[in-house]
Structure formats: C-alpha cells, structure tokens
C-alpha cells in the first residue's frame, strides 16, 4: 500500500517508473474495505470473502471497474 498527497504525485510517481496507473483508493474505502473483509476473522466461521460477496463489498464502496471484478474459476463439474 502506497499512500500519495495527490492524483498529480501519483501520476508523476507512475510515469517516473513506467507503471501504469491502478485505481485510487481513499483512506475512508480503505478502512472500510478492512472493516468488511475481516469483519468475521476472529470467528471459527473465519473465511474470505467468495466472488459474489466480493462484488457486493467493492459496489458498496463505490469501487467500480475492470480492476474490481473478481476472477471467478470455472467448477470442476
């Protein structure tokens, strides 16, 4: 996790290393991405999230894009 002062210092940061740019996350989306990815992680029921609640967690959080699309694997049957 990378923190920046601004979009143009994150720009900057990415063209001065040849990296394309990925999504900005604010601290307020972070925290609470955390607080719903491991609400549970102190339970036997302890697990990650699947595709679906994924999803579900990233549109709540106004997360949207290509970036925020679970891969979902194909079922063995």
């Given at each position: 996790m990378?923190?920046?002062?601004?979009e143009e210092h994150?720009?900057?940061w990415c063209?001065?290393?040849a990296l394309p740019r990925r999504p900005l996350v604010s601290l307020d989306q972070r925290?609470?991405?955390a607080l719903a990815w491991y609400?549970?992680?102190l339970t036997e029921e302890s697990r990650r999230p699947g595709p679906a609640e994924m999803e579900e967690i990233f549109e709540r959080?106004?997360?949207?894009?290509?970036?925020?699309r679970p891969e979902r694997k194909p079922s063995g049957r």
């Open positions: 990378l923190l920046f002062r601004s994150v720009n900057r063209r001065a290393r925290w609470q991405l609400s549970n992680r959080l106004d997360l949207r894009g290509p970036f925020w």
